[in-house]
């Protein structure tokens, strides 16, 4: 039995199933911090063929990057590797991974955005558009530039995804965007496309579409 493996079996004596899988991926990520062996079995099942070996050890990884994204950043080509996986959690956890590297240096991140953009526009999977859009948005907020770059995908996502179920989770990272130094055009067509939601709109997502509005008339 590998080590990866006796440890996750620990850590199913230890805790009950309601609890199991949280826990076991932060205990496990947090001893990766300080195991080598163990982070370089979860890099090695990442590139499994097993579906199944690739989404937990993906799982753990983000759990890893959620703490100390710089004890994997060295691996960026695992993660970017990740987003041509064909199950959604490998590329939305791998997807999280890199939303967290653009803190560390978004020029290496460049080489994700292709993935990044499949993903946005996966027709199976609400939570990895979701993750997709983060990382773009988060992406955006680096410059203007930056924002010019993404600002087409954004557009698009807000408009195929308007009353889905992510839709108001994707209001948040968009909120964080519109705080961020965007590009006059940017600034401009976000308040356009945001202004019947503000005007017209019900509850929690007129509220964001008013804030978001507010953020662009600072």
């Known amino acids: 039995m590998s080590f990866y493996c006796s440890i996750y079996a620990s850590q199913m004596e230890t805790f009950p199933m309601t609890d199991m899988i949280k826990a076991q991926r932060e205990q496990l990520a947090r001893i990766a911090l300080d195991n080598s062996d163990l982070l370089d079995e979860l890099f090695t099942r990442l590139e499994s063929s ?34 041509d996986r064909p199950e959604a959690q490998t590329r939305w956890e791998s997807l999280e991974v890199l939303t967290h590297f653009l803190s560390l240096d978004s020029d290496s991140c460049d080489k994700a955005l292709p993935g990044a953009e499949g993903a946005l526009f996966d027709e199976d999977s609400g939570p990895l558009r979701l993750a997709a859009l983060r990382f773009l948005c988060k992406y955006g907020e680096l410059s203007q530039k930056h924002s010019l770059q993404v600002w ?12 889905d179920l992510e839709f108001q989770d994707m209001l948040i990272a968009v909120i964080s965007f519109s705080e961020s130094d965007l590009a006059e055009s940017v600034r401009d067509e976000l308040k356009d496309r945001m202004e019947f939601d503000a005007k017209h709109g019900r509850g929690v ?5 008013q804030l978001i509005i507010e953020n662009l008339d600072k």
């Open 50 to 83: 097993s579906r199944r070996e690739r989404q937990n050890a993906a799982a753990t990884l983000s759990a890893v990057a959620s703490f100390d994204p710089q004890a994997v950043f060295s691996r960026i080509d695992a993660f970017v590797n990740a987003l």
């Open 152 to 163: 087409p995908l954004l557009d698009e996502a807000i408009q195929c995804y308007h009353g």
């Open 205 to 209: 997502l007129k509220k964001r579409a």
